[in-house]
């Protein structure tokens, strides 16, 4: 048995208390108050630093398929890489790939060569025009307009009637209407091709469809003030919705960005506005956003460089946190829940099934996020006094760039633990 001692926050407590693990299965022993005398603790952290367990990503773009052609912008092993990097130990990968994974034969396919990476993966499957659920139990992935890759819908009526399918499933939504980004297809800049009022119309028709069809829902990287709206008001008349933000989102708008910045901050949604950026910060420390995703969407400096949409987030998500525990006054045990609990909670409800078609989650245990026996001995520490200001030779996202380089935090990732193994 391994053990450390740290300060840890849960979602309902932030206190000086020991955890201890097998090194072997890579699973928790036993957590708490567990008088484990001093010169036997393996892994002791001051209180400068705060213990969380595992963080997990549940919107990253590794790239990899079984086509294998994009591996230039980034892979499995890439990808898990950046994630230790970050403090994260399990992610979410989703489908938009060159073969993407539609059905159980492609699903499985794709899941087999996430085993060369350091982290867990869980991957969306993708729904399509012609798409039908899989008989596994798996999350899906619904883009409503074009966006990266050819799996969207061209109006909401086509979405509705392939909806219709998969009643009761988790669907997670890319929140743009394509009527409207057809209509603003024209316009000078990025933001203006794809205005909030695409993002608004498109969560309405979401929030229609899930209630409608009594899914679990999710709103993915999402950008609007205005719409957080209309999702408590659907929340609130039972609707089954939860939501993600991106640190971009929480961190830039367009009132900070330059001409020149705007080309490489390109993304979709796109950055938005201070009073959208307030408003989501807020939502977020209410506990009204459940998530902080990255939508971890690597391209080549020269796609960039040519308009291509998509922005990394995996290397950057550790020392970003402690930007909202110090800058932002987050809470240690809010953010526990946002990107520990919540995520783990998440991934662990498909966990059990895929066991008996996917050897390897076999040994996952109870899964991930939280500080309990059974579950994954993955921590991720941070150390709030360490200001650290990234440089892109810290990344290690195949790349190599990112949105936060040249940022100074108030603090960085002191050490990551996965399956009981310290990675960093």
């Known amino acids: ?37 001093q010169d036997k603790i393996d892994f002791y952290f001051n209180d400068d630093c705060l ?27 890439s990808a898990g890489l950046a994630a230790i990097n970050g403090g994260v130990t399990h992610v979410c990968d989703m489908p938009n790939n060159p073969i993407p994974p539609i059905d159980d034969e492609s699903y499985l396919a794709k899941l087999k060569l996430t085993e060369k990476s350091l982290v867990s993966f869980l991957l969306y499957a993708g729904i399509g ?9 798996v999350p899906y992935k619904a883009y409503m307009g074009p966006s990266i890759g050819e799996l969207f819908f061209k109006n909401d ?21 394509p ?20 993002e608004i119309l498109a969560t309405k028709t979401a929030l229609r469809l899930i209630e409608k069809y009594n899914l679990q829902g999710k709103l993915c990287h999402y950008s609007s003030g205005e719409g957080l709206k209309m999702i408590n008001q659907a929340r609130a008349r039972g609707v089954k ?20 910045e705007r080309g ?58 402690t930007w909202l525990l110090v800058d932002q006054k987050f809470t240690p045990e809010r953010i526990a829940l946002m990107c520990a609990e919540n995520p783990g909670a998440f991934v662990n409800q498909f966990l059990n099934e895929l066991s008996a078609h996917y050897p390897p989650f076999k040994k996952l245990g109870l899964g991930f996020g939280f500080l309990r026996s059974g579950f994954m001995a993955n921590v991720t520490v941070l150390n709030l006094k360490s200001p650290y200001k990234l440089e892109a030779k810290d990344l290690r996202t195949k ?10 935090f108030p603090g960085r990732v002191e050490q990551v633990f996965v399956q009981g193994i310290a990675q960093k």
Not at 129 to 137: E, F, I, M
Not at 243 to 249: A, D, L, M, N, Y
């Open 1 to 37: 048995m391994k053990s450390i001692s740290a300060v840890f926050a849960t979602s309902s407590q932030v206190k000086r208390q020991q955890l201890q693990f097998n090194e072997q299965t890579g699973l928790i022993h036993a957590f708490g108050d567990l008088s484990i005398p």
């Open 399 to 408: 790349v190599g760039h990112g949105p936060f380089v040249g940022v100074t």
């Open 51 to 77: 213990a969380f367990a595992g963080m997990g990503d549940i919107h990253i773009h590794a790239r990899e398929d079984v086509s294998q052609k994009h591996l230039y912008k980034e892979d499995f092993q």
């Open 157 to 177: 009526q086509e979405l509705d009637e392939v909806l219709s399918h998969y009643r009761s499933q988790w669907v997670s939504f890319h929140c743009e209407d």
């Open 264 to 321: 490489f901050f390109q993304m979709n949604p796109p950055i938005r506005f201070e009073y959208d950026r307030h408003t989501l910060l807020e939502a977020a420390k209410r506990g009204e956003i459940e998530f902080l995703a990255t939508d971890h969407a690597p391209h080549s400096k020269e796609e960039k460089e040519k308009g291509t949409s998509g922005l990394t987030g995996l290397d950057s998500y550790g020392a970003f946190v």
């Open 241 to 260: 919705v939860q939501c993600e933000v991106t640190p971009q989102h929480l961190y830039f708008s367009q009132d900070q960005l330059s001409d020149v």
């Open 129 to 137: 025009p012609q798409t039908r659920p899989l008989k596994l139990k």
């Open 179 to 198: 009527v409207e980004l057809e209509k603003h297809k024209t316009e000078a800049t990025h933001h203006e091709r794809r205005p909030v009022e695409c």
